[in-house]
């Protein structure tokens, strides 16, 4: 089966790290898109404070896929 995707880019953070800052981004979106196949990490960014991270933001793509549209 052929597959079409809509690409969503979102931002997540956490200040526990990248990990954590990509699961907040992918379970945001999660709660009001259904169908997420796949992401992708755009940019990685971080705030600093006193020469230590303070908190961390990535740039996703996120890959959902189309609904196959109603045949009849």
């Known amino acids: ?10 931002a997540g953070s ?3 790290g990248i990990e954590q800052a990509i699961e907040n981004a ?6 009001t898109m259904h ?6 990490v755009i940019e990685i960014r971080g705030e600093l404070d006193e ?3 303070k908190h961390w933001q990535v740039h996703l793509k996120v890959g959902i896929t189309l609904d196959e549209p109603n045949k009849g």
């Open 1 to 10: 089966m052929d597959h079409t995707y809509k690409l969503l880019e979102v």
């Open 14 to 16: 956490s200040p526990d």
């Open 26 to 31: 992918i379970q945001r979106v999660g709660k």
């Open 35 to 40: 169908a997420l196949r796949w992401f992708e």
């Open 51 to 53: 020469h230590k991270v």
